[in-house]
């Protein structure tokens, strides 16, 4: 520990510092000097992070690392970090994502380079900010904050239909969230005056306060998992933004959505989850049956990953409403698996779009002529996202299945279809993608991937085989902080 | 009759105004040298800062036989209004020389409008506070009107003035009403006399709305705000720039001096009138702006909006929402000044940047300004980390606090629509090309360099807020001891 200014403050500032420093450093012209500093920030943000891992104390569900300054005395606002066992990996996972979505962008993005990863590495501290703030209106002024750049992102380094995909995205989830804002005031009123989240853990609300609560909090987490049917603007988000942009969007922002549920909503709001989690187990087995079934005909690759983590992200919220230990660790597990396949995916599609300029499976075919390497690759990935066991897919999933089976056999039922669902519309689509005769003239130009990209795409590969096969290093961590959680939210907070 | 002479010292910063503006209005028209009407205006509102902090004292003084108030709140909104006005008169400079109007007129009515406002802010009396009110109206019609030889400001300037002097009629009869009830015209005797209670309730609700008419006309907000979009769009863009910002200071105080200061007794009259013209003022405000393709139009419709948030501070009837309204009000007018000044500093080379097509791809020409509107206009949509934030959360806190949870999930309603054309700004700024015939800006140091500040204070207020916090709590807590 650094004397002074703590780990966490470091996770979010490093980056943010970094950002600021490539934007004095001017235009396209300093390019290579920007890259690099890119480079340098988002390994040094992602250093300083490692030891929030090893030095995690596993047998403790308090908050870790905990830094607390006054910010806004005037309403009670603190500058609060810490970190749990929920919370800790998505700082790793978001640090690490920042360093490949750099290395995705280092050739492609020949234009405002400087801006674009500026954009990129600001993006990636917001987001630390969101996993570690404990006061409620930090956390709020981050989870707001971070859609601004993103919104440039979509906007600037886009596809045709950008502006359309920027502003929807913005909009959707600036809807959620200003409810949400009217309720962390309304929270601060019944705490006593107190924006600390802990504190609100323990507040005593009547059943119509926390079902009117549950409702602004639900429509906030709810736009950024996102869940159906208010998931419309995911799919344009990410067939509109480019590469880095998707892979942020999937790996790290739809999870601060499920991150709101198990901070804010479970544990502020215990009588109404209960009461209402048939809604969200519903809602969840919708998204993994039907957007399961959208995603089998799509015909625009990003899309199809798109619809795929609609449907893994039903898995999440529905593992967290059974109220079980291997529902919410499986929906723990399966948003970093999401993290890793998801980004790996759509960094594959990057690959190839990058060479045909075109996401339409039907303007490919027989990539595995001319791209071996890549092949393999995103046969591994592929297969991750189809829940293979031994990917990293795999373990969150059944684990949820698991957890169901102890509640109700048919919701079991209903969410294991997904492995069929699931397999059908990723291996389809690798087949037509990457099999077969080599389809046209494009795919007979393509090279194989570079030094770089076969970086990028190895780190993740590690990590989805690693997780796939040994998982304990993840689990162990969130167990007592899950526990903790659960033993929470089965204390009613009416009966004061 | 014995006569007794007045303690000056609590309106020395008037006095010494209103002394350099009379100067300043000499040597323009003895003097064939008209350089000196410049520099002299900025030492004029240096100087008035310096003596308004000098004379400061923590208790409330009144003079001129109550007529005139200098409290704390009097204080610090003066001082925003000399930084507001000193960056109005720095920001149009270029913009007015190069159209011929940097004459010695500008600097004197700007100088006469600040004045008003400064009566108007320490007004503690009807009188005061008409005389402060008039002298501001007239100042700023004639600014209107300063480009002659413009059928749009000509325009623009006669619709103000009727309109303005429907208002001023309206305040009038407010005002007389209450007069006659009450039989004073001194706001803190008639709140004495009002808690007392008074026979007639019929005539002194009968007044109060004519009075809150007549300041929902000079703050511009729905459904007196017929005026605000033609005006803003008409007046050349540095006049839009002044209209649009210190003077909104100045509706504030007033509306603070009458309504908590000599009418607090009749808040649960007041409150039910204020809230429907904020919500009123956040409906139009925020839905006509999003069909507006003119920027300073557009800025006219946000201000409507902005405004009815500011009411429903004042409307809550507590501490926390008068104080929430006077940061939003400085707030407000720090991000005016900002986005005015960059309209009026894009318009250039005989081009006047009106439409938004003007400002396509700034991006990519001057990558900095872009920076600048882009804060603004992400500030003005209240987002964090920029001051429009705080200024939002301030007001929504005060009205969950004063229990009106309903109007604060319509206030963030609004603001989400309002989002959207501020979005709109942004991705005109960023994600589209510049029209082929677009100018490069090559930087003006003295006005690029206080825009820079005016930008970054926005970004810095909204990290660190609680300076301005504390200073609006402050004066509020001297001002209503």
């Known amino acids: 520990m650094i004397e002074g200014i703590g780990l966490l403050s470091l996770a979010i500032w490093v980056p943010i510092a970094a950002g600021v420093l490539i934007l004095i450093?001017?235009?396209?012209?300093?390019?290579?000097?920007?890259?690099?500093?890119?480079?340098?920030?988002?390994?040094?943000?992602?250093?300083?992070?490692?030891?929030?891992?090893?030095?995690?104390?596993?047998?403790?569900?308090?908050?870790?690392?905990?830094?607390?300054?006054?910010?806004?005395?005037?309403?009670?606002?603190?500058?609060?970090?810490?970190?749990?066992?929920?919370?800790?990996?998505?700082?790793?996972?978001?640090?690490?994502?920042?360093?490949?979505?750099?290395?995705?962008?280092?050739?492609?993005?020949?234009?405002?380079?400087?801006?674009?990863?500026?954009?990129?590495?600001?993006?990636?501290?917001?987001?630390?900010?969101?996993?570690?703030?404990?006061?409620?209106?930090?956390?709020?002024?981050?989870?707001?904050?971070?859609?601004?750049?993103?919104?440039?992102?979509?906007?600037?380094?886009?596809?045709?239909?950008?502006?359309?995909?920027?502003?929807?995205?913005?909009?959707?989830?600036?809807?959620?969230?200003?409810?949400?804002?009217?309720?962390?005031?309304?929270?601060?009123?019944?705490?006593?005056?107190?924006?600390?989240?802990?504190?609100?853990?323990?507040?005593?609300?009547?059943?119509?306060?926390?079902?009117?609560?549950?409702?602004?909090?639900?429509?906030?987490?709810?736009?950024?998992?996102?869940?159906?049917?208010?998931?419309?603007?995911?799919?344009?988000?990410?067939?509109?933004?480019?590469?880095?942009?998707?892979?942020?969007?999937a790996a790290i922002t739809l999870k601060v959505g499920a991150y709101g549920f198990l901070r804010f909503i479970l544990p502020i709001l215990p009588d109404a989850s209960r009461e209402y989690a048939y809604v969200i187990i519903a809602l969840s087995l919708i998204a993994v049956v039907y957007i399961g079934l959208v995603a089998l005909v799509q015909s625009d690759m990003k899309k199809l990953i798109a619809y795929s983590s609609i449907a893994h992200m039903g898995f999440v919220t529905l593992g967290f409403f059974l109220f079980n230990p291997l529902g919410i660790e499986g929906g723990l597990v399966q948003m970093i698996s999401h993290g890793f396949i998801s980004a790996a995916m759509f960094l594959c599609v990057g690959v190839m779009y990058d060479r045909v300029h075109s996401r339409q499976i039907a303007d490919y075919g027989g990539v595995a002529n001319t791209m071996p390497r890549f092949a393999a690759f995103f046969m591994l990935f592929a297969m991750a996202n189809a829940g293979l066991p031994g990917t990293s897919g795999f373990v969150g999933e059944f684990m949820v299945i698991l957890g169901a089976v102890q509640v109700n056999f048919w919701w079991a039922f209903l969410a294991a279809t997904t492995l069929i669902f699931g397999a059908a519309y990723t291996l389809w689509m690798y087949k037509r993608v990457v099999f077969g005769a080599i389809g046209n003239e494009h795919v007979a130009e393509m090279k194989d991937i570079d030094s770089r990209e076969f970086v990028v795409l190895g780190l993740l590969a590690v990590c989805v085989l690693g997780m796939g096969l040994y998982p304990l290093p993840f689990t162990e961590v969130m167990h007592t902080s899950v526990e903790n959680l659960l033993a929470h939210v089965a204390h009613s907070k009416l009966a004061y | 009759m014995n006569f007794t002479v007045p303690d000056f010292t609590p309106a020395l910063p008037e006095i010494f105004v209103l002394g350099m503006t009379c100067l300043i209005l000499l040597s323009d028209s003895l003097f064939k040298d008209r350089g000196w009407n410049y520099p002299l205006t900025i030492f004029t509102l240096v100087v008035a800062a310096a003596i308004t902090v000098l004379t400061s004292v923590p208790q409330i003084q009144f003079t001129f036989s109550g007529q005139f108030v200098d409290d704390a709140m009097a204080d610090v909104l003066k001082l925003v209004a000399y930084f507001s006005t000193l960056a109005v008169v720095i920001y149009s400079r270029p913009y007015l020389l190069e159209r011929g109007l940097l004459k010695g007129e500008f600097f004197v009515l700007v100088l006469f409008a600040l004045l008003g406002m400064m009566v108007m802010i320490s007004a503690n009396h009807f009188i005061s506070l008409y005389i402060g009110l008039e002298l501001l109206s007239l100042s700023l019609y004639a600014l209107v009107a300063l480009q002659r030889d413009s059928a749009q400001a000509t325009e623009a300037a006669m619709k103000y003035f009727v309109l303005g002097a429907l208002a001023s009629g309206f305040l009038l009869y407010g005002m007389s009403l209450l007069y006659g009830l009450t039989g004073t015209l001194e706001l803190p005797a008639m709140a004495q006399i009002l808690q007392a209670g008074v026979q007639n309730e019929m005539v002194l609700v009968f007044g109060l709305v004519f009075l809150i008419a007549g300041l929902g006309f000079k703050l511009g907000v729905a459904p007196f705000h017929m005026w605000v979009p033609d005006i803003y769009q008409g007046a050349p863009s540095a006049v839009t720039l002044f209209v649009g910002s210190a003077p909104k200071l100045a509706a504030f105080a007033i509306t603070m001096r009458l309504l908590v200061d000599g009418l607090h007794p009749q808040v649960e009259n007041w409150q039910g009138m204020l809230a429907v013209m904020a919500v009123l003022s956040l409906a139009i405000g925020n839905l006509a702006a999003i069909m507006q393709t003119n920027i300073k139009r557009m800025l006219a419709y946000s201000t409507i909006s902005h405004m009815g948030f500011l009411l429903l501070g004042i409307m809550s009837g507590t501490f926390a929402g008068y104080t929430a309204g006077m940061f939003y009000v400085i707030a407000y007018v720090l991000m005016s000044l900002g986005s005015f000044g960059l309209v009026v500093y894009l318009s250039r080379n005989g081009l006047e940047a009106e439409n938004l097509d003007d400002f396509r791809g700034l991006n990519s020409r001057n990558p900095w300004l872009a920076a600048l509107m882009a804060i603004l206009m992400f500030s003005m949509a209240g987002l964090p980390p920029f001051v429009g934030f705080y200024a939002k959360l301030a007001i929504l806190q005060s009205l969950v606090g004063a229990g009106f949870v309903w109007l604060a999930v319509v206030a963030v309603m609004f603001s989400l629509i309002g989002a959207f054309y501020y979005l709109r700004v942004v991705k005109v700024l960023y994600f589209d090309t510049p029209k082929a015939d677009a100018p490069i800006y090559t930087a003006i140091p003295d006005v690029q360099a206080l825009l820079s500040i005016n930008g970054l204070a926005v970004l810095m207020l909204g990290i660190m807020p609680q300076p301005l916090i504390t200073l609006c709590t402050y004066a509020m807590q001297m001002t209503l001891q």
Request: no cysteine.
């Open chain 1, 25 to 249: 450093t001017g235009g396209d012209k300093n390019a290579d000097g920007q890259r690099t500093l890119a480079l340098l920030g988002s390994v040094l943000g992602f250093l300083v992070t490692l030891p929030l891992w090893t030095g995690f104390d596993n047998a403790s569900a308090a908050m870790q690392f905990v830094e607390v300054a006054e910010w806004v005395p005037a309403y009670n606002i603190h500058y609060r970090l810490g970190v749990d066992g929920i919370s800790m990996l998505f700082v790793l996972l978001n640090s690490f994502t920042t360093i490949l979505v750099v290395l995705a962008g280092w050739a492609v993005i020949k234009v405002r380079t400087g801006q674009y990863m500026a954009a990129f590495l600001i993006q990636s501290g917001l987001l630390n900010g969101v996993f570690v703030a404990l006061d409620g209106m930090l956390f709020y002024v981050f989870f707001e904050a971070m859609l601004i750049p993103l919104y440039l992102i979509i906007g600037m380094w886009g596809g045709p239909n950008r502006v359309y995909a920027a502003i929807k995205f913005f909009l959707y989830t600036l809807l959620g969230s200003l409810l949400m804002l009217v309720s962390l005031v309304y929270l601060y009123f019944q705490s006593g005056g107190s924006f600390e989240i802990l504190a609100w853990h323990r507040v005593p609300l009547t059943m119509v306060a926390q079902t009117l609560l549950f409702i602004a909090f639900f429509f906030a987490f709810a736009v950024k998992v996102p869940m159906w049917p208010v998931h419309t603007w995911l799919p344009d988000a990410h067939v509109e933004a480019p590469t880095g942009g998707s892979v942020v969007l």
